[in-house]
């Protein structure tokens, strides 16, 4: 479900699948133990492409050989060094504590292991699988077919969010933006099968083929399923196209002020005449009297949508939604239609995974991954990586302050304001203090669905548990074997998981310059979502609360329009630009976070004498050469495309050259001088933090 904390990257894995709604998700990390021995190069020069000068192009300078060397396997969308991470901790490390759990026979009922080695007995046992066929998801199909009116529908929907199984609207609890210590219940739009609504608007030869290709999956997904609905994927393409023109873009979503309605639960049925959305919270289990919605006209313009729509349609859509959701879990032929459109033809993927790989991915799922995740940190993430994380993440802050104290844009009112919010920023590192109670998920050998169930139930019950509470300022919102960190803007906090502490981010063998362009550069970035577009609208306490003085944030205002239209200008594909607005708090974020990393690393180096150059390259080099490896990667069009669609962030490519452009340091680290193509004019560039 939606939460507004910002990542360092996106992710896309069959993963997330498990539970709908949790931020679980594929992961990965490098054993550091393992890596001490091994020696993990620090920035590997076999890398470079000689061929490029690195003041024109400084991406295919530094990673033109590693692209040739590192083709994108047929299994993936995109390649680089998350990727790798991923794959060696999937197939080593998650693969070895799941194997230990299979062949213990003497695992307790209900222990982590038990759960972990059925999970994943579940997932391989096909013949099971391929006997049971629809049969598992039967007493949901039976309450779809006996919907009779438009009131049954949206509360069978409500009662289907509890399994992951996505509607028009979504509803989740989160802290309350403009009193972050007490949550909140927080409703969504939702629901568009094609992900964002640019894909049922977007006229060019690419979109209009992914709309063709969709109605014929789902016309397939319902022939397997035996489901005899007439022209159904025009018709579920029609009523989406419908509800798209209904949504906000994910451009107006970032819009924390503009998103934030605080209503009475009972103003719903003022809203919304013919649809009772309170029925639907209660068929959740969810009771309140003030909600947070994104947009009140939502609720007029579904009403006015759902009540034309015919019956049969709104039940054609819960059934696909149904299917669509479990079909990782369901036979071959189904789970096979679902990858065809989803992961080949949307994005570029030739072919899924063996099957043991999935099983390890679905294993992973578990508790919102955490089940394999507190295991993991047991045996890969040692102890003494706290201490140093806790010091590098002091030498970002104190950095920053110093930085802002600098600003010549900014009055000194708001500087102490932002002196103060940084001050306030909590961080959490390797895993969490403590552990949520998994004993309510149980885990059968023998059966995957009910399995996956009873998971995505957990979470959702853990969820409930949280209304008109505190908010457990304890809580991380990702398994720690993820490879990724991300800031919470309502803790005011910036989270490290034990995944990202690992080479090539951070590397115990590394020279300071390699590690600075590395794991600092990403504190230094989490750090600065504390103060991007979205994270300077919330305040030291994490409340949604304008702390600027009105000429300050002007300014602050001219410089983002500025990297926006400077973002914007990129053609990531022909006739496809990147959408600056859209990224424009990540872009902010990636040129914050060198910015710190740089005067870190100079920082740290005071009274030391001057490092020797390594391979060459001075430390100045190496520090943005630790930078573009961290980014390496190989990417199909079609994931691109989705990325330049739905992606927050820039792709890879642009979050190496583009910020650079705008640094001195690195003009002056590789020579950089009028003419060259990392040249830009001094007037172009953009210094914000
Ligand atoms: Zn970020």
Not at 36 to 43: L, N, S, V, W
Not at 331 to 347: L, M, P, Q, R
Request: charged letters at 25%; aromatic letters at 12%; a neutral charge.
């Amino acid at each position: 479900m939606k939460r507004l904390i910002t990542r360092f990257l996106v992710w896309t894995t069959p993963a997330l699948l498990i539970a709908a709604c949790s931020n679980s998700g594929k992961t990965s990390s490098t054993d550091s133990n393992d890596s001490m021995m091994k020696t993990i190069p620090a920035f590997d020069t076999t890398s470079i492409d000689k061929a490029y000068r690195p003041q024109d192009d400084f991406d295919s300078f530094a990673n033109g050989n590693w692209k040739k060397l590192n083709p994108i396997p047929s299994t993936e969308g995109t390649w680089g060094a998350f990727g790798i991470l991923d794959k060696e901790n999937s197939e080593v490390k998650l693969k070895g504590i799941i194997d230990a759990a299979t062949q213990n026979k003497n695992n307790e009922v209900g222990s982590d292991e038990q759960k972990i080695a059925d999970m994943y007995r579940s997932f391989m046992d096909t013949v099971t699988i391929e006997k049971l066929g629809l049969a598992p998801l039967k007493s949901y199909i039976d309450k779809i077919n006996s919907v009779n009116d438009l009131n049954q529908w949206v509360k069978l929907s409500g009662e289907l969010q509890k399994i992951g199984v996505s509607s028009v609207l979504g509803i989740y609890v989160d802290a309350d933006d403009r009193n972050s210590k007490m949550n909140a219940v927080k409703w969504v739009q939702s629901g568009l099968s094609l992900g964002e609504k640019s894909y049922y608007s977007g006229k060019d030869e690419r979109m209009t083929m992914i709309r063709d290709e969709f109605v014929k999956h789902v016309d397939k997904m319902m022939a397997l399923s035996a489901k005899p609905f007439l022209n159904a994927g025009q018709t579920l393409l029609q009523f989406e196209t419908q509800l798209a023109a209904y949504q906000m873009s994910n451009v107006e979503m970032r819009d924390p002020i503009k998103t934030y309605n605080k209503i009475a639960m009972a103003d719903l049925k003022t809203l919304s005449k013919n649809v009772n959305w309170i029925e639907f919270a209660a068929a959740q289990g969810i009771s309140t009297d003030t909600i947070i919605v994104h947009n009140k006209k939502y609720y007029t313009d579904l009403n006015t949508l759902l009540s034309k729509t015919p019956l049969e349609t709104l039940k054609l859509y819960t059934y696909y939604k149904l299917i669509s959701t479990f079909s990782t879990y369901l036979t071959k032929d189904i789970k096979n239609e679902k990858f065809n459109f989803y992961g080949t033809i949307k994005s570029g993927i030739k072919e899924q995974k063996k099957r043991d790989i999935q099983a390890i991915d679905i294993t992973e799922g578990l508790g919102d991954g955490n089940i394999l995740g507190r295991l993991y940190v047991k045996k890969y993430f040692p102890e003494s990586s706290k201490k140093k994380v806790a010091e590098m993440i002091e030498n970002v802050r104190a950095v920053y302050g110093e930085r802002i104290e600098k600003l010549t844009w900014m009055s000194a009112a708001t500087k102490d304001m932002a002196k103060k919010k940084l001050s306030s920023f909590t961080y959490k590192i390797g895993y969490p203090d403590k552990w949520d109670d998994y004993s309510t998920i149980t885990v059968k050998s023998n059966a995957l669905l009910e399995n996956v169930i009873s998971n995505t139930l957990w979470s959702h019950e853990k969820m409930l548990k949280d209304i008109g509470k505190p908010v457990d300022k304890s809580r991380w919102y990702m398994a720690p074997q993820m490879v990724n960190a991300y800031y919470n803007p309502l803790n005011n906090e910036v989270v490290f998981p034990a995944g990202i502490l690992q080479a090539p981010f951070f590397n115990a063998n590394a020279d300071d310059a390699v590690n600075y362009g590395g794991i600092i550069a990403v504190i230094g970035h989490e750090f600065t979502h504390g103060f991007d577009d979205q994270g300077a609208q919330y305040d030291d306490q994490g409340n949604l609360k304008n702390w600027w003085t009105e000429e300050d944030g002007k300014n602050f205002s001219i410089l983002g329009k500025k990297y926006i239209s400077y973002f914007s200008n990129f053609e990531a594909l022909p006739g496809i630009h990147i959408n600056g607005e859209l990224t424009i708090g990540e872009n902010i974020a990636d040129l914050g976070g060198l910015t710190l990393a740089y005067y870190a690393l100079v920082r740290s180096m005071k009274g030391k004498s001057e490092p020797a150059p390594i391979d060459g390259f001075t430390w100045q080099q190496r520090f943005y050469l630790s930078w573009a490896q961290v980014w390496h990667n190989n990417i199909k069009a079609e994931e691109l495309r989705n990325r330049l669609q739905t992606d927050p962030h820039s792709p890879a490519r642009y979050r190496i050259n583009g910020p650079l452009k705008h640094l001195p340091e690195f003009y002056e680290a590789w020579g950089v001088k009028e003419g060259d193509k990392m040249w830009i004019p001094a007037d172009q560039r953009v210094s914000i933090w």
